[in-house]
């Protein structure tokens, strides 16, 4: 079956950096495209990052953007999540998630909802 497993979260000061791993076992690996999540408590479930299944496309939202970056390694099947400036209010579960992304070599997804599936999360805490 699918299975996706992060690891690389744990607290961290403000200021500092993460590097967030998401290895995939039971899909072909380089037909999904991938995402990265984050929940934080009280608060809905939000994209930090998205990239194409053959890497050539990303996308971050505003609160990220310049701070996190996505990768990915097609010959290990895992998915990466630089995250650097850390913040305290990036503290969150962060979730990696798979989508088959069909013909498009390109095509990146946004929202949580398109994703077929989910890893267990591994927490980031921020201190102030």
């Known amino acids: 079956q699918v299975q996706l497993v992060e690891s690389g979260g744990g607290l961290v000061q403000a200021g500092g950096s993460l590097r967030l791993s998401c290895a995939a076992s039971?899909?072909?690996?380089?037909?999904?495209?991938m995402g990265w999540f984050r929940q934080a408590p009280g608060k809905e479930r939000e994209i930090v990052a998205a990239?194409?299944?053959?890497?050539?496309?990303?996308y971050y939202p505003d609160s990220v953007k310049g701070r996190f970056t996505i990768s990915r390694d097609n010959a290990k099947n895992t998915v990466y999540l630089q995250v650097d400036s850390l913040k305290p209010e990036d503290t969150a579960v962060y979730y990696c998630?798979?989508?088959?992304?069909?013909?498009?070599?390109?095509?990146?997804?946004?929202?949580?909802?398109?994703?077929?599936?989910w890893g267990q999360g591994t927490q980031v805490t921020v201190s102030s």
């Open positions: 998630a798979a989508v088959y992304g069909g013909y498009s070599g390109a095509k990146i997804y946004r929202q949580q909802d398109e994703y077929d599936y």
């Open positions: 990239i194409s299944r053959s890497g050539s496309s990303t």
């Open positions: 039971g899909l072909t690996f380089d037909w999904n495209a």
